[in-house]
């Protein structure tokens, strides 16, 4: 029993991470004047328990620290990858600009205090890797320093003396790294006097005027339509919104291909915000009818949801279905995590996906018996794509990467690979047909265990010496560090704010894809809500950390 609380074994190492996990979440349920810092809490519970000995094996604190982690940034690159090249279209190119420009503070940060101190560049890179939460830096640069040494003659326990000086940095800096940002988005969000109603209502908007689905009512006053037919005036593919019903002579019908427009018809349209202009054009203005108006008029039509559950039909077009064209019902539109889409005949469907139909009961069920329409079928995880990006992504951030001048390859690590592989297989896994889909729930759990495992073996590592390492001159480091984190932070987030006017889940995005910073994302979405922070993270994260690994390695080398 005693081995079980004092050991080093499996069951020993369990039972301290379950413990240190459980009372952190615990913790962080507590909130100081409405504020809390959320299962960052599980950091510091891990370097109270290791301060007073209680441990793990340093391989067991490695292995959950990088795979909590990739569980963690995989998970993400999941979630906003179906999104991710849209995102960087509105806006990614200025936020990675600005990421770009935290790397730089950062470092210019760090060479200012080593000049103006005198501390030695080497333990600067460790704190700056830590004000920065950025442990594949800190691999890196170890990495860096033992192959420098040994290839300069060195022994290899003079490399592990040298490598183990930039772990203690890193190990006092990291608290500030993490609480420093969080206190710095706590107070803009004061400063700034965020409404997050407001700031979540305008990114809102923004997605509804180009992805959204809006409801017209319009009347046929063109003449260059009349006597045409639908598949004359609606070309396939090209169309922005749906003919979802018409009514000719006091008759409702859904309108197929070969439907023929007369004056005065009254068309039901399912359309994008941003093309509204384009059916008025088209079709005439819009007339004071309501979707109810259309249910009296005709019961025999009726309006269903139904879920499409067969995996096959992942990477399929929604045109190729055939819907409206076999089956005589008319999809107006498309429902993925949340948002309703135009269903355009050339949008991919994913499983997952619902679908707004219109048409007779009997045919609907038809269609039903197509798209699969089995809930429970949904609730089954697909673990296959999963583990295997998981394993490209880490043969994917192994590779090295060689520049010219530089003796060191770069690697994107086992953070920055599995992410990019989670973002591509989201985004291109429907086009390949491979089915990535996992409910809301599940992607939560995997990241919040992933995110929890992270933060306990840090904490666990970095207790043991964290007193004396401060008692011996590492306050300083403290202080480094904080300067590290408060100057590049605070400048950039006044001028996204002030100058650039960026949203603020947009900021917390940067911040904490910018810095590398795992808990902050973890805190952000916790404490204000939205997966807006997600996809932002996950726009800047690849460049930031390709960056801060080549700035940690280029600075260990100009100080030799």
Partial sequence: MQELFTGTGIAHSILLFAVVIATGLWLGRFKIKGISIGSTWILFVGILLSHFGFTSDPTVLSFMKDFGLILFVFSIGLQVGPGFFHSFKKGGVELNLLALGLVLLAVLTTVVIHLVTGEDLKTMTGVMSAA??????????????????????GSASEAASASSSLASAYAVAYPIGVLGVIFLLIGAKSLFKIDLDKEKEQLDNEDSASESARRMHCEVENPAIFEKKLSDVVKSGEEKYVVSRIMHDGVISVPG??????????????TSPAAVDAVRITFGEEIPMHQDDWQRMDEHMVTRRLSITKSSLTGKKLGQLGIRRNYNVTVTR??????????????ILQMGDGIQVVGTPSNIDDVAKIVGNKPDNLSKPNLVPIFFGIALGVIFGSIPIRFPGIPQPIKLGLAGGPLIIAILLGYFGPKW?????????????????GISFFMAAVGLGAGQNFIASIVGGGYWWILYGALITIIPVSLIILISRLFLHLNFYQICGLVSGG???PPVLAFAQGMYGTDYTSVNYATVYPLTMFLRVLAAQLLILFSL
């Fill in 132 to 153: 920065v939460t950025n442990t594949p830096g800190l691999g890196a640069a170890q990495q860096t320093l033992s192959d420098s040494i040994i290839s300069s003659g």
């Fill in 257 to 270: 291909p070969d439907t023929i427009f007369h004056k005065g018809d009254k068309l039901l349209i399912v």
């Fill in 334 to 347: 498309v429902i993925r995590a949340g948002v309703e889409l135009v269903a355009r005949p050339g949008l």
């Fill in 433 to 449: 047909k491979i089915t990535t889909y996992t409910t809301h729930s599940a992607n939560m759990m995997l990241r919040e265990i």
């Fill in 515 to 517: 810095t590398t910073n």
